[in-house]
């Protein structure tokens, strides 16, 4: 890119008063890269490390207008979509969207259980997410659960227990459904290697199939980590960097983010950490030393 500007990530997302996920690890995630972060929050929660205590949706007409707001003032280089949670809210999203501009780039992470197991996206919103987000996504990151949702809600055969179903999957069932949630409409898709025995994304964008490895760290903390994961990738989007590439950047981030985890904040599972805080603090720690 010629000119030098900070660019802009909007996050469009719910709200982790524990300051794990959601609106929060985007903020984080979009600043360890070097650009600047803007919301439209989708949803208050009240949540803690142990789950879920709560969910307020925000309405519609006020994630228009937070959007409105920013794109009147702000350069939006790319934009993040994380929890939608109802179909209103996606109607909402997607009428935000028309507000931009056409080539903006848009990562959506299809949020739907929390980590805690609270459901994040209920039913009637996933036909919606299906048919009216992924043909706007430049890039779309489900983990292996939320992609056997897609598929299945594509097909009209969606179950909550997909959601819930764990492990047992090879490459061929992953590639299989990265081909097949590509087929709906978005530029790229990438399925995460969390929720899978063997850590690797897979990404797919209609011609390259690429397996990216990563790291599993057991005694981490992942609170929050596809969250980052997906921010990180906008914010590389934004910095003019190519689907895959973004991708790459975003699998060596968030997985850092876990390896760092900080895992002394509350009783729970502790967040993911982009900034390597307990190094930074020991830092501080030496430096003030006698």
């Given at each position: 890119?010629?000119?030098?500007?900070?660019?802009?990530?909007?996050?469009?997302a719910?709200?982790?008063?524990?300051?794990?996920?959601?609106?929060?690890?985007?903020?984080?995630?979009?600043?360890?890269c070097?650009?600047?972060?803007?919301?439209?929050?989708?949803?208050?929660?009240?949540?803690?490390?142990?789950?879920?205590?709560?969910?307020?949706?925000?309405?519609?007409?006020?994630?228009?207008?937070?959007v409105?707001?920013?794109?009147?003032?702000?350069?939006?280089?790319?934009?993040?979509?994380?929890?939608?949670?109802?179909?209103?809210?996606v109607?909402?999203?997607?009428?935000?969207?028309?507000?931009?501009?056409?080539?903006?780039?848009?990562?959506?992470?299809?949020v739907?259980?929390?980590?805690?197991?609270?459901?994040?996206?209920?039913?009637?919103?996933?036909?919606?997410?299906?048919?009216?987000m992924?043909?706007?996504?430049?890039?779309?990151?489900?983990?292996?659960?939320?992609?056997?949702?897609?598929?299945?809600?594509?097909?009209?055969?969606a179950?909550?227990?997909?959601?819930?179903r764990?492990?047992?999957?090879?490459?061929e069932?992953?590639?299989?459904?990265?081909?097949?949630?590509?087929?709906?409409?978005p530029?790229?898709?990438?399925?995460?290697?969390?929720?899978?025995?063997?850590?690797?994304?897979?990404?797919?964008?209609?011609e390259?199939?690429?397996?990216?490895?990563?790291?599993r760290?057991?005694?981490?903390?992942?609170?929050?980590?596809?969250?980052?994961?997906?921010?990180v990738?906008?914010a590389?989007l934004?910095?003019?960097?190519?689907?895959?590439e973004?991708?790459?950047?975003?699998k060596?981030?968030?997985?850092?983010?876990?390896?760092?985890?900080?895992r002394?904040?509350?009783?729970?599972?502790?967040?993911?950490?982009?900034?390597?805080?307990?190094?930074?603090?020991?830092?501080?720690?030496?430096?003030?030393?006698?």
């Amino acid at each position: 890119m010629s000119d030098q500007r900070v660019r802009t990530v909007l996050s469009i997302a719910g709200s982790d008063s524990g300051g794990g996920a959601g609106i929060q690890a985007d903020l984080k995630a979009f600043a360890r890269c070097g650009v600047h972060g803007a919301t439209a929050i989708t949803a208050l929660t009240a949540q803690n490390t142990l789950g879920v205590i709560g969910v307020h949706a925000v309405p519609g007409s006020f994630i228009v207008e937070q959007v409105r707001a920013v794109a009147e003032d702000i350069t939006i280089d790319a934009v993040k979509i994380g929890m939608l949670g109802t179909e209103v809210i996606v109607e909402a999203v997607e009428t935000a969207l028309d507000l931009l501009a056409d080539d903006v780039p848009v990562v959506l992470d299809p949020v739907m259980v929390a980590e805690s197991g609270a459901v994040l996206l209920d039913e009637s919103a996933r036909s919606a997410v299906v048919e009216r987000m992924l043909p706007r996504a430049t890039v779309i990151t489900p983990n292996m659960p939320e992609a056997r949702v897609l598929a299945d809600t594509s097909a009209g055969s969606a179950s909550a227990d997909t959601a819930r179903r764990q492990g047992g999957e090879g490459d061929e069932e992953v590639e299989r459904l990265a081909r097949r949630l590509h087929a709906l409409g978005p530029r790229a898709v990438v399925i995460t290697g969390g929720h899978r025995e063997e850590l690797v994304d897979v990404f797919f964008d209609g011609e390259t199939l690429e397996r990216i490895s990563g790291e599993r760290h057991p005694e981490g903390s992942a609170h929050g980590s596809g969250c980052t994961h997906s921010s990180v990738l906008a914010a590389h989007l934004a910095l003019g960097l190519s689907p895959l590439e973004a991708a790459r950047q975003a699998k060596k981030i968030a997985s850092a983010a876990v390896r760092d985890g900080l895992r002394d904040i509350g009783a729970g599972a502790g967040p993911a950490d982009v900034f390597g805080l307990a190094s930074v603090q020991a830092h501080a720690h030496a430096a003030a030393a006698p």
